[in-house]
């Protein structure tokens, strides 16, 4: 294992998309947000394809709701699909999420509650995407501001039984991680070792901001503000345990800063990921 194996890369956003492409040669991957091309016309598919001739990239989603009361939404699958088939990425994922119930959307990824029933509510819809596509999505554990009422499971519990009965890899995003363990008051070492190091294959990094009064505060995951440190620390854990390249992406919804800025992100990532493969390495030789 070299660190050459593993990708880096940025989510494709129209405000980056200069930097991205003029930088191309420090970029392994370009990450696009599926939903945002659901409703595209001719002209912007094309230009995805183009971009998708350029690089590799991951096709993620935002509003299937795969830990939903409902089945998840045909139409919306439909429309993953048909991306999928166009561009054929590297991998497409989603979240572990609830966004809708009743007939109502909730306009948020909510984190359901953590039951077997949510389980098995998952799995179907987990086969019912990799039917529609083709391929069984990735999926992502998502930041909570709020504990989810009835669980009779933790977190790494849910998601490891979401992952062992499904034909689905993990992308296991480390500021969510990171922002769970502080606002809720578990040790994120742990939730790693818990989880099944084979399945996880790709990694988001990205940094938040805390809200609240002092004494209540809880950590948010904004994709505002640079990775911080202790992300990279959780980057060197995941990368020291998992036995197969991986995929990282670095996210940044706004308050953009110079492209050069997010490329020292990812080479920060690229020095974690490294420092756990060598960790790695030397356990196996010791």
Known sequence: MTATDDRFGIGWRPELALGILANLDRIDVVEVVADDFFGATKSERGS????????????????????????????RLDKMSRLVNELSPIFWSEHL???????????HLAAPPRTADTVYGTLANLERARIATGSAPLVENIATLIDPPASDMDEAAWVSQVIGGSGSDLLL?????????????????????????????????AGGRWIGRPGEKRLLDDHLHRVPELVYDLLDCVSARAP????????????????DVLLSELDRAREALESGRQKRSGAAHG
Do not use: C, K, W
């Not at 606002?183 to 790693?192: K, L, Q, S, T």
């Not at 991986?246 to 492209?259: A, K």
């Open 244 to 259: 197969h390249p991986l995929t990282v992406v670095l996210e940044r919804d706004g308050d953009y800063p110079s492209i």
């Open 173 to 205: 995003d480390l500021h969510n991680l990171y922002a769970n363990s502080v606002n809720f008051g578990f040790d994120a070492v742990d939730y790693i070792d818990r989880l099944p190091a084979e399945r996880i294959r790709a990694i988001h990094i």
């Open 48 to 75: 995805l394809a183009t971009l998708a001739a350029q690089v590799p990239i991951t096709l993620h989603g935002v509003s299937l709701g795969m830990a939903s009361a409902n089945s998840v939404d045909r139409v």
């Open 97 to 107: 999420a609830f966004v809708r119930g009743g007939g109502l959307e909730i306009g």
